[in-house]
């Protein structure tokens, strides 16, 4: 529980301790306000009240025809929702009861109209540059922040391609502190409008107002506290491009830490969490040791119609001598450590790995218990049935117990793995391992086992392996293996506690106010209302001491005793180590180089396109940068809602797109909805032509003619799409002229 809690934790302090959270999405969700006892009066004379600050504060005039206000009240204080509109624009803003800003958003009908290509979120470059940009959103926070507040903006937002708007985070100062407070605002980039602002205030996060900003513990002091709290570990670590590894010490996962700055003591922040609430961070989740991470897919070119070329008759014959999904099954079942005999075979996949011209078959299996399916994915050569890989999604039952124990799954494990790869086995240790435990997710035992050489570990030549708790079958397998790696000798580094010196050296022991999670006691008035309301535990602001890093670096070079710090080219920019070879390496790179793609370094353009990755690719056309280590699904789901790329009633994250679908949401995303669905006055040239459902025509007529798919071959609605083609659909749609 520890360590799933600080890894947790890890990211929670990323917030709360180190930079802002991801600012709000642009919605239109009320936020509670500051709490502030409004005098006895008429609800109407309030809104007066507050609609006069408000109207000063933000410079709004007499010209609007239409006006209405809100008023939200709960445990949190008081807000109020004001709307103003006419002559083809709108206005709403929240307020707290004392006129302070909460929400901004404007909507000019004229200023907002679509564009000559149909709107959406497909970028153009704007007219307004982001520099001029910033410099109207710093007019404007100046307006709306408070005397003992400043805006502190993000340097992680540059260098973004956006159709129609500029969007900046930053965080809110208190008396030239930080703070956990965030805030967003989006300049509109036809004419350098403020059309959206959000912030986050105390009395949303916090109780028990703000301490004083001067510390009465020294700084260096609290370094030190806070260097005793780190470790490190010595292993090798690659270099893809000389292919040659070498020894680097790595910062542990440890706890989380802060100097309280007046008291001096050092405080866990991860015990702190447990100890006011057990449960506060417990999610669901899917454990890897079940679910796994589903191998690399793709789909192979479908041959034009007519005559075969020379070409064409060079690809089939890459699938001379596989074996039907019957034949693969029975080699399969001959491994009865995987537990086939208690799954029913469902369906096979075939893909060509273009880069290795090896076909890789994907078997499905399935079994039912009760009302619930087990399923197991069994993935291995196509010609030969050579085991490489297994997955497995079990459904979780909180009345699960083990049959097999972590002693005898490591066995079990370490047998098979010597059958299968017993030459990378030999060269292994046990790197890490997770047992199962009563109430996890997980239904089974999970092993690693790393490279070893020279006696330090190198994990990126790692196997992994789960054996189920309840039969002791096979329920994951992966393998991660580079051949040929050259290892740098172990003579000549530098001792462990110059590593540790130089780790804590490259952070910052940086004073700041955070929120800090504090028991709920009714003896505090403020707390009442909250405990009232079922909260166990709130947050107040502390003076405090803590790490943050002056800029991100992996580790310490264990021969030279210097901090390596990854290579960025662009603040914007993605980059993936997966499309140097590919078909459509070039135009992945290049939308990658604006920020659109995936992220996490690699593209997998041959893996089947699922619903979520078409949405990911989308958003970020729009922008909006999804991170999946650090980022729950709900909120890039949120902003695809609402952008009406689709709706909650058409979310399934997993499904497996068409090309078809791929073509719909696409052009949906770009504002080209509404004409494609138009009937009877489309038509294509597509060779399938007569196969593209009725509801898909419109779409396949504009993708044509926006060069969105070739017009040499089909249109091909029904095959499932890859990750490389929806992104090389979404380049040549942002390549076309406008209309």
């Known amino acids: 529980m520890k360590k799933f809690m600080s890894m947790v934790l890890s990211a929670a302090l990323t917030l709360s301790l180190a930079t802002p959270a991801a600012a709000a999405a642009e919605v239109d969700a009320p936020a509670p306000a500051e709490s502030s006892a409004p005098e006895k009066s008429s609800t109407d004379r309030r809104l007066a009240q507050v609609t006069e600050k408000v109207k000063a504060t933000l410079g709004i005039g007499d010209q609007y025809e239409e006006f209405y206000g809100e008023l939200m009240e709960n445990e949190l204080g008081t807000a109020w929702n004001l709307n103003w509109s006419g002559n083809g624009k709108k206005i709403s803003a929240e307020a707290a009861e004392s006129g302070k800003i909460l929400r901004y958003h404007v909507f000019s009908e004229e200023a907002d109209a679509p564009s000559a290509n149909g709107g959406g979120i497909v970028p153009t470059f704007p007219a307004v540059s982001r520099e001029q940009a910033q410099k109207s959103a710093e007019a404007f926070l100046k307006k709306v922040l408070d005397s003992q507040e400043n805006a502190q903006f993000s340097d992680q937002d540059s260098s973004r391609l956006s159709m129609s708007s500029h969007r ?257 086995f030999a060269a292994t240790a046990l790197y890490d391992s997770s047992p199962w435990e009563e109430g996890s997710r997980s239904s089974a035992h999970s092993f690693q086992f790393a490279q070893k050489e020279n006696g330090y570990f190198f994990p990126e030549n790692s196997l992994h392996v789960a054996v189920d708790m309840t039969d002791g079958s096979i329920s994951r397998l992966d393998r991660t293996w580079t051949e040929d790696v050259v290892f740098d000798s172990a003579e000549g580094i530098v001792d462990a506690a110059a590593g540790l010196n130089a780790w804590f050296r490259h ?149 497996v797109m068409t090309r078809g679908e791929t073509v719909r949401m696409l052009l949906n995303g770009a504002g080209f909805g509404s004409t494609a669905r138009l009937q009877g006055i489309f038509t294509c040239s597509y060779a399938d032509r007569d196969q593209i459902p009725a509801d898909l025509l419109g779409y396949a007529a504009l993708a044509q003619g926006l060069g969105m798919v070739g017009a040499g071959g089909d249109f091909a609605a029904g095959r499932s799409a890859t990750r490389a083609e929806a992104a090389v659909m979404l380049y040549h749609l942002m390549n076309r002229s406008l209309l």
């Not at 997998?604 to 980022?631: F, H």
Request: glycine share 8%.
């Open 168 to 424: 900046f985070t930053g965080k809110i100062r208190l008396n030239g502190v930080d703070s956990p407070l965030t805030f967003s605002v989006t300049v509109r980039a036809d004419d350098g409008e403020v059309t959206y602002f959000y912030r986050e205030s105390l009395e949303q996060n916090t109780t028990g107002g703000v301490p004083s900003s001067k510390p009465a513990a020294s700084q260096s002091a609290a370094g030190e506290q806070l260097k005793q709290t780190l470790k490190m570990r010595l292993e090798y670590v690659l270099d893809p491009d000389a292919n040659k590894a070498s020894l680097h010490y790595l910062p542990e996962p440890t706890d989380q830490y802060y100097v309280d700055a007046q008291t001096g003591k050092l405080v866990n922040l991860t015990e702190l969490y447990e100890s006011v609430d057990s449960d506060g961070f417990r999610k669901e989740f899917s454990s890897m040791a079940d679910a796994g991470a589903a191998p690399e897919g793709a789909a192979m070119d479908t041959a034009a119609n007519g005559g075969l070329s020379q070409a064409e008759l060079s690809g089939i014959s890459k699938m001379e001598d596989v074996l039907d999904k019957e034949a693969l099954d029975k080699e399969l079942q001959n491994i009865r450590v995987l537990g086939l005999d208690k799954y029913t075979l469902g369906s096979a996949s075939y893909s060509l790995d273009r880069e290795t011209e090896e076909i890789r078959a994907q078997l499905t299996y399935s079994r039912k218990d009760g009302d619930n399916i087990w399923r197991r994915t069994v993935t291995c050569d196509g010609k030969t049935g050579a085991l490489l890989a297994v997955y497995s999604s079990v459904p979780y039952s909180k009345d699960r117990k083990a049959t097999v124990s972590a002693e005898d799954a490591r066995k079990t494990a370490e047998a098979f793995l010597k059958e299968l790869w017993g030459e990378a």
């Open 507 to 655: 952070y910052a022991v940086a004073l700041a106010y955070r929120s800090i999670p504090v028991k709920l006691d009714p003896g505090m008035p403020e707390a009442v209302p909250l405990i009232d309301k079922g909260y166990s535990y709130f947050y107040q602001l502390k003076l405090s001491y803590a790490l943050e890093e002056k800029r991100p670096a992996s580790g310490v070079d264990a021969k030279s005793g210097s901090v390596v710090y990854p290579e960025i080219k662009s603040t914007g920019a993605l980059s993936y180590s997966d499309t140097a070879d590919h078909w459509a390496g070039t135009q992945l790179n290049e939308l990658a180089s604006y920020g659109i793609g995936w992220s996490g370094g690699t593209c997998q353009p041959r893996k089947e396109l699922t619903q979520r990755d078409l949405v990911e690719l989308l958003a970020s056309a729009g922008s909006y940068r999804y991170d999946p280590e650090n980022q729950e699904t709900d909120a890039l789901y949120s902003y695809a809602y609402s952008l009406g790329i689709l709706t909650r009633g058409e979310r399934e994250d997993g499904k």
